[in-house]
């Protein structure tokens, strides 16, 4: 069996790395890696490569930015020559990235079987692009995984076959799980001159929360409100960035005492700064299964989110707005010891890549 694992930006990379490692163990299987290059950064995606032991991929399409059009049309245009070449038995994709979407799309109508790994997540909001890519994605695939029983739920609700549909955990927290104890050999608390739970760590770059200045006001604000029990550690994304520069306010972000301001962080690196924060405030979605995991407490600016089991099982909790005084009472009782108890989901092992590869191998043995 020939599998094309899709990566597009980084998230991907944590959910492909365990697929690969478990799908290379079998010899019946042939795993190869292709990178749309949605996303790439040649930095991070090196540091990525390599603290995930993924090899170097076997393709990189280059697709770059654009609009999510441009971005879908670009990547399916260059993808369908690799399935030519290739012709392999299934197209696996993750997530809900664009590359997720046009790889799934060109693989169908060239009747490659699809497989989506985190199948079934849904934030209930069509503004999110990444909520359509989910919608369509799921409705083309052939075989879909399942991290937990609300995917289950939706892809029912869906009318999607339970025939197609598998529960086998997260495979993201395989990665986590994997690296864990090795990411706790680093000195990056100290080479950031901080101590265990006694610092905030911060990212945002959604565009509805750094796209206005409004918002990167709030999120100024916050951390200032923040910064005035703990040190507060920012690895900044360049779109935040490059926001806070066009709307004048990189200065006031720079002035902010006991704000620890740094480049995007290495996989291992930034897994030792969350299992060691006091407190995590985000607006990414792999973070609140992370954190979940690490059992750290989380914040998250967003009104809806596709991963609702980290907050009616784990440790996250959903904030509408970026609200300075809200994020300072939460603050305040987490200091205080009042934190939320969350508990690990059902199959958040690591061994989710292990049950994938079992049923992928039972499937097409056949």
């Not at 979407?101 to 999110?128: I, Q, T």
């Not at 052939?142 to 339970?162: A, M, R």
């Not at 905030?200 to 999120?219: F, K, Q």
């Not at 040190?231 to 006991?258: C, W, Y």
Request: hydrophobic share 40%.
């Amino acid at each position: 069996m020939k599998i094309l694992n899709i990566v597009g930006a980084r998230p991907n990379f944590m959910k492909v790395a365990p697929l690969h490692r478990a799908f290379s163990k079998n010899p019946l299987i042939s795993s190869k890696i292709v990178h749309t290059g949605q996303h790439f950064d040649a930095k991070m995606s090196d540091v990525f490569f390599e603290q995930l032991e993924l090899p170097k991929p076997h393709y990189f399409l280059g697709v770059g930015g654009g609009s999510h059009s441009e971005a879908t049309a670009k990547t399916m245009i260059e993808f369908e020559k690799i399935l030519k070449i290739e012709n392999p038995d299934v197209v696996l994709v993750v997530g809900d990235v664009n590359a997720t979407l046009a790889c799934a799309l060109v693989a169908v109508k060239e009747h490659v079987p699809v497989v989506h790994v985190e199948a079934g997540l849904r934030s209930g909001d069509r503004k999110m692009p990444e909520e359509i890519n989910r919608i369509v994605v799921d409705n083309i695939s052939d075989y879909l995984f399942v991290t937990e029983q609300d995917g289950l739920d939706n892809l029912k609700k869906e009318g999607v076959s339970d025939e197609k549909v598998f529960f086998v955990g997260n495979v993201m927290i395989d990665s986590l799980a994997y690296y864990h104890q090795k990411s706790k050999t680093l000195n990056t608390m100290q080479e950031l001159g901080v101590k265990a739970k006694e610092f905030m760590l911060m990212t945002m770059h959604r565009p509805a929360n750094v796209d206005t200045p409004e918002g990167l006001e709030s999120i100024l604000n916050i951390i200032e409100k923040a910064s005035q029990h703990l040190s507060v550690i920012f690895p900044i994304h360049p779109r935040t960035r490059n926001n806070m520069e066009k709307f004048g306010l990189s200065d006031k972000l720079k002035s902010i005492k006991n704000l620890i301001l740094t480049e995007p962080q290495g996989y291992l690196e930034f897994l030792n700064l969350m299992d060691n924060a006091q407190l995590i405030i985000t607006d990414s979605g792999g973070i609140q299964e992370e954190t979940t995991f690490l059992q750290v407490p989380c914040l998250t600016f967003r009104d809806s989110t596709e991963r609702p089991i980290t907050v009616t099982l784990g440790t996250n909790q959903l904030l509408a707005d970026l609200n300075a005084d809200t994020v300072y009472e939460k603050l305040v009782e987490i200091l205080s010891g009042k934190t939320k108890k969350g508990i690990i989901p059902p199959l958040w092992d690591g061994h989710t890549a292990e049950r994938i590869m079992a049923i992928l191998a039972e499937k097409f043995e056949r």
